[in-house]
């Protein structure tokens, strides 16, 4: 598979939906396979909260396996032989976009807290723009899980000439009341932290590692199932030798803090916030007189909706609110149930199911 | 005329339509194809919400017992219900709630009153037709009913039949099936409304 990865410089002014703009930004972007000469194979993936451009490729010595890599590769769903998949991360993100750890032309500063709130479809808009670097006209399939998910569902409403099919996995048109709750208290836990310094950290040569620590434990333990969760760790008791720290009894316990300390070196508290406000912001209902079905007049594009099971971040209710508002417009659409056995994170893994379902879709 | 003949006949151009138990979505694809309607279907199996997707047909995966509800208040222009009917747990209500969620429904169902399968159950076996091809310990089918039977539920709840064809084993009218149809008719197919 050709995997290229690259940063993209975008000079133009950016005007984002809080009002604000960015003078110019910056995608880190990876590419897999090859665009044909009409460039009509090209298929972008959006990622969720704490995922990146990295979406696709084995595991090395130095990089972890992209995020997505049992769903995208030579003969896999999202076949790479046939189709040229682009992946960037977010802006506001923490993987080389621009972003809150970026520095602030204007001032020469690193932004922190800085950084404008942006918003799903704030991120859609530099894809837009991403599309347009690479001369696409139209893509064959946008597609996502989580918040990856309602990007691919804003693509739909924003540009609805410009997707030809979309694909929105383990995702909600709207967070629920309990789902920015639980981003409350992971962001609060981030606040609170003595290094956060009001989200100018860095500035402060320092990083709130233990609230972002937190923050992800909680997190993990709303992507994963009870069920799922009884089966892979059940009451059983870590080995002394292998604990993270000596407090530790049990195996979830050292898992959510091996996940946690691990997330905490690697990713921005910023960042988190943002992401985090930005799902539970999204809500295209909300300037369509809260109705879903008004926001989704324009749409052109055909749909398919997967929820999964396990999942109780965002049920598969969700997805269905989402196509019974895409059939009152008359759109093609379609809605799967799945049977992933691992929660909201269902939506990353190979499944025989899932697999036909991608593939159908898009030979459909 | 086969039953997707007569459906297609009595579906109206451009109609929005609903098919509940779509299967592999043939006939919505044959609708979209020819009246160029907007259709949905609804499955539960798996592997036929496959074969829809791959053929451009969209679909719902849902249990049609629970989730005609769903769709209360979305004004379609045709319910269909082809050969789905018996296998439901509450085959009045599924009836009414199809008449709420559209305006007119489409309903196909074998007919138990078949002289093959009075035959059958007179000997003391359950029939097994053409149209009942299951034994009894495989068949999703749970409220078998006579076309006699059939129509006596509608009347009885103010449905009006505007149209009903009655076929035999062949999924052709004969004038046999259409002389004594609750015994020489292996199915019924109804165009049904409210009031």
């Given amino acids: ?364 | 005329m086969p039953i997707t003949e007569i459906i297609k006949n009595w579906v109206p151009n451009k109609s929005r339509v609903i098919d509940l138990g779509c299967g592999d979505g043939a006939l919505l694809c044959d609708l979209k194809n020819t009246k160029n309607i907007i259709g949905y279907g609804v499955e539960i199996d798996p592997d036929q919400i496959e074969v829809c997707i791959e053929n451009g047909v969209s679909v719902i995966e849902q249990d049609i017992d629970q989730g005609i509800n769903d769709f209360k208040s979305f004004n379609f222009d045709v319910a269909i219900m082809a050969s789905s009917i018996q296998c439901l747990k509450k085959p009045d209500k599924a009836l009414s709630r199809m008449l709420n969620i559209s305006d007119q429904c489409i309903v196909t169902l074998p007919n138990f009153g078949h002289w093959r399968c009075r035959l059958d159950v007179f000997f003391g076996r359950m029939p097994v037709t053409q149209s009942l091809p299951m034994s009894w310990y495989e068949t999703d089918n749970s409220h078998l009913c006579t076309i006699k039977d059939f129509e006596t539920l509608c009347s009885d709840r103010g449905f009006v039949l505007k149209k009903k064809k009655y076929l035999n084993k062949n999924y052709k009218e004969s004038w046999l099936s259409s002389l004594k149809p609750n015994l020489f008719a292996s199915e019924g197919v109804y165009l049904i409304a409210k009031d």
């Fill in chain 1, 1 to 364: 598979m050709k995997i290229a990865t690259q940063k993209i410089e975008f000079k133009n002014r950016l005007d984002l939906e809080c009002g604000q703009s960015l003078p110019g930004f910056e995608l880190m972007v990876e590419t897999y396979g090859e665009l044909n000469e009409a460039k009509t194979n090209a298929i972008l993936v959006c990622h969720a909260f704490s995922g990146n451009h990295h979406a696709a490729g084995e595991a090395t010595e130095d990089k972890a396996a992209g995020w997505w890599d049992q769903i995208i590769g030579p003969d896999k769903a999202i076949d790479t032989n046939k189709y040229f998949v682009v992946s960037s991360n977010n802006i506001g993100g923490c993987s080389g976009s621009s972003g809150p750890t970026s520095v602030n032309p204007s001032s020469g500063e690193i932004y922190g807290a800085d950084f404008p709130v942006v918003s799903v479809t704030d991120w859609v808009k530099s894809q837009k723009l991403l599309m347009e670097y690479f001369e696409i006209d139209c893509w064959e399939l946008v597609v996502g899980g989580s918040l990856g998910g309602m990007q691919a569902l804003q693509w739909a409403i924003s540009y609805p000439d410009n997707v030809r099919k979309a694909g929105i996995f383990a995702a909600a048109a709207q967070a629920s009341t309990q789902n920015i709750a639980m981003n409350e208290v992971a962001r609060e836990s981030i606040r609170k932290d003595e290094n956060f310094h009001d989200g100018f950290y860095l500035k402060n040569g320092t990083k709130p590692k233990k609230g972002l620590k937190t923050a992800r434990m909680l997190g993990h333990i709303t992507y994963l199932s009870e069920e799922h969760m009884d089966l892979r760790f059940g009451r059983k008791f870590q080995d002394i030798d292998t604990r993270v720290a000596n407090d530790v009894d049990f195996q979830i316990e050292n898992y959510l803090q091996y996940k946690g300390e691990k997330f905490s070196d690697a990713f921005d508290a910023n960042t988190y916030i943002l992401m985090t406000k930005a799902m539970d912001n999204y809500d295209p209902a909300h300037i369509a007189e809260g109705k879903l079905e008004n926001a989704l007049k324009r749409v052109k594009s055909k749909l398919l909706i997967v929820g999964f099971n396990t999942d109780w971040l965002f049920p598969p209710k969700k997805g269905k609110d989402i196509q019974l508002a895409a059939m009152r417009c008359g759109i093609e659409s379609s809605f799967v149930v799945l049977d992933g056995e691992n929660g909201h994170d269902s939506f990353l893994f190979f499944t025989d199911r899932y697999f036909n379902l991608i593939r159908s879709f898009l030979e459909s």
